[in-house]
């Protein structure tokens, strides 16, 4: 009886010790918890039991009179506050088959990953020639955000302008802070310039672009006459960053809420004709000041009703694993620079292309891309599902 009773006693101080350590350790963790977990938690709660983003409408709607005219937001659509220095307005004058516009978000510096795209992806002249499509490769572009630099910067992007007859500019700083600037001067360019393309796509220059499957992807799109269409990589229940040291911080006065609504990363998504339209009137009378320009799309998106879907084969921030099986399915991959030449070269070969056909290559194939999407790896590439397409 007396060595029982000291049993129990034993096990329930054990019990104490053990309860202490564990609120010892997720006090000294709470921090990482908090961002890691917590706000996920919160996140997906909200997105998937409330799941009914109205209140971003009402909040961020400018009131009528006045207010327009601050950081980011135009008056109208014939006025952009930060005038163009470079608008190539007749490029897509004379051609009413334009399947797909595609801008390149780049900066002023980046002359080589311009010059890699043109030879590769973004060559307007194969694509038309061997893939039997028209489609308009726009490089999107602030002015150097060093002053020291601007001048020279600015004449080597205008001659290399004059060669190319390819890029776009606008009179603001080329900043991380300023992509949502760069969000609304792409879907103002489209609305003026450019309507009657067919699909408008927004991209990194550090992605790759599969043209011929893109091209394959969007007749068939077309074919269907799909309308109200968003597609990409998409990221749904994703809570704002509140740790300050982050590249991605939002303060709690920007955004209040734990969850921001669905939408694509911004490595490389595409639109609908109409849905460039209605976005582009939704950025007159929203408030611009969210500055990480997925998100802003997002709330964009959400107040003319639009909303974004997957498709397995848009990557979100990681490159694709190397695979000529994957490789004959991928529409775009994210992380690239010096590698797009090979990957072109693959993209394009015909052999390649001839391994993955058939019956027995397909099952193959099957089995490989289960084994390198289904297993567990870090990387945030193409889901399992990819495996099954
Ligand atoms: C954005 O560009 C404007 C105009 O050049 C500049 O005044 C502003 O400081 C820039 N904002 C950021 C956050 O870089
Ligand atoms: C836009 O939102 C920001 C942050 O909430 C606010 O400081 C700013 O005044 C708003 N701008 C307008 C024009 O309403
Ligand atoms: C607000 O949001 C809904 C979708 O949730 C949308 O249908 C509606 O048109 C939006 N805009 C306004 C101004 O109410």
């Not at 997906?44 to 009528?64: G, M």
């Not at 950081?71 to 006025?79: F, K, Q, R, T, V």
């Not at 334009?98 to 307007?124: C, H, M, Y």
């Not at 704002?240 to 939002?250: A, F, G, L, N």
Request: some cysteine; glycine content about 4%.
């Amino acid at each position: 009886m007396f060595v029982n009773l000291r049993r129990i006693h034993k096990i329930q101080i054990a019990r104490l010790l053990t309860t202490a350590l564990v609120l010892c350790v997720v006090m000294v963790c709470w921090e990482d918890l908090d961002h890691h977990v917590v706000s996920h938690v919160r996140s997906y709660s909200y997105r998937y039991l409330v799941n009914n983003y109205n209140f971003l409408n009402s909040t961020y709607t400018l009131d009528t009179d006045g207010h327009r005219r601050s950081i980011g937001n135009s008056l109208d659509s014939s006025s952009p506050l930060y005038p163009y220095l470079i608008s190539q307005s007749d490029k897509c004058d004379s051609s009413d088959d334009v399947l797909l516009l595609l801008f390149v978000k780049s900066a002023p510096q980046n002359f080589d990953r311009r010059n890699n795209i043109r030879e590769t992806w973004g060559n307007e002249d194969y694509i038309r020639q061997k893939l039997n499509a028209n489609v308009k490769v726009v490089f999107v572009l602030g002015v150097h955000p060093d002053i020291s630099e601007r001048k020279q910067s600015q004449r080597l992007v205008e001659s290399e302008n004059r060669i190319h007859k390819d890029i776009i500019q606008q009179n603001f700083m080329d900043t991380f802070h300023n992509l949502t600037t760069k969000l609304i001067m792409q879907f103002d360019w489209a609305a003026k310039y450019c309507a009657k393309a067919k699909f408008v796509m927004s991209a990194d220059d550090d992605i790759f672009v599969h043209m011929p499957n893109m091209v394959r992807y969007l007749n068939g799109l077309e074919e269907k006459h799909v309308e109200n269409f968003w597609v990409g990589h998409v990221h749904r229940g994703a809570p704002p960053i509140r740790r300050k040291e982050s590249k991605y911080y939002v303060s709690v006065e920007l955004y209040p809420w734990p969850c921001y609504p669905d939408y694509t990363a911004g490595a490389g998504y595409v639109v609908s004709g109409d849905v460039a339209a209605k976005i582009h009137q939704a950025m007159q009378i929203l408030n611009s000041s969210m500055y990480i320009d997925d998100v802003f799309m997002g709330i964009c998106a959400q107040a003319v009703g639009v909303s974004p879907q997957d498709y397995v084969f848009f990557s979100g921030e990681a490159i694709t694993r190397y695979h000529p099986c994957i490789y004959a399915e991928m529409i775009t991959s994210h992380g690239h620079a010096d590698d797009v030449k090979e990957l072109w070269k693959e993209a394009t070969d015909p052999e390649v292309e001839e391994m993955t056909k058939g019956f027995l290559s397909s099952l193959y194939c099957t089995t490989v891309k289960a084994a390198l999407l289904c297993l567990p790896h870090h990387r945030d590439t193409y889901g399992c599902l990819g495996a099954l397409t």
